[in-house]
């Protein structure tokens, strides 16, 4: 089956850029999505991207495409405390576009 | 748009009852509901595709008679957990899936999640 991997952890300081990886197995993704959750709560989403794009960018949000290497990133850009969150990967997998779910990066920001 | 509600948001219950969850898309017609459940600190794991007026489609290893679901309107679909049992105790999030010409078209917006204690 599919295999999403992300990081666990990633520890930046307000302001810092913050960059989240994620790589994946199966390559015939049409759509790629980033969820985010905060601590009890359901997931919201935050951006995704288009497979025949390398890079899409949304106010601070920047999510690039390595489709050869199946490597996806979101980058979010002078991060705040409120940004502090778990992040999800997901790419969404044939003609009803499920999405399977990387483990999560948990995101502390420090102020 | 593209809010989607599930009810209640916790329950607490008697080993061996049934519990009973309503996920709602309130704004935008959903054809198709996905039911996860999440355990503390991992990640989601899909249990079944909902369509509506046709039955649900299970992943490998979710039992179906325990978990039921139905998928009555374009706008609600209902989880039902079957003779709970402390092992069930999970987060339970649905998310909905709207008709294409929104953004990121099959884009699934989740709903707030329900958190379930069987006792």
């Known amino acids: 089956g599919e295999d999403v991997e992300q990081s666990l952890f990633l520890s930046v300081r307000e302001g810092d850029s913050s960059v989240i990886n994620c790589t994946y197995t199966d390559s015939s993704s049409t759509y790629l999505y980033w969820y985010k959750q905060e601590p009890g709560a359901g997931l919201q989403l935050l951006t995704y991207i288009f497979s025949n794009m390398d890079m899409k960018q949304d106010q601070r949000l920047t999510v690039l495409l390595n489709k050869k290497d199946k490597h996806l990133s979101l980058r979010i850009a002078d991060t705040q405390t409120g940004d502090s969150a778990i992040y999800f990967c997901?790419?969404?997998?044939?003609?009803?576009?499920?999405?399977?779910f990387g483990t999560g990066t948990l995101l502390a920001v420090q102020p | 748009g593209a809010v989607v509600s599930q009810h209640p948001s916790w329950v607490i219950c008697k080993s061996g009852t049934s519990v009973k969850i309503e996920c709602r898309s309130l704004d935008f017609q959903a054809t198709t509901m996905f039911w996860y459940r999440q355990f503390p600190k991992q990640s989601l794991m899909l249990m079944a595709t909902s369509n509506e007026g046709s039955k649900a489609t299970y992943e490998q290893g979710v039992e179906k008679d325990k978990f039921l679901i139905n998928h009555a309107s374009l706008t609600l679909s209902t989880l039902t957990v079957t003779s709970a049992h402390p092992e069930d105790s999970s987060f339970y999030i649905c998310?909905?899936?709207?008709?294409?010409?929104?953004?990121?078209?099959?884009?699934?917006?989740f709903g707030p999640g329900t958190r379930l204690t069987v006792l």
């Open positions: 997901a790419p969404g997998r044939g003609a009803t576009n499920k999405l399977i």
């Open positions: 998310s909905a899936v709207g008709a294409s010409g929104r953004a990121g078209t099959d884009t699934q917006y």
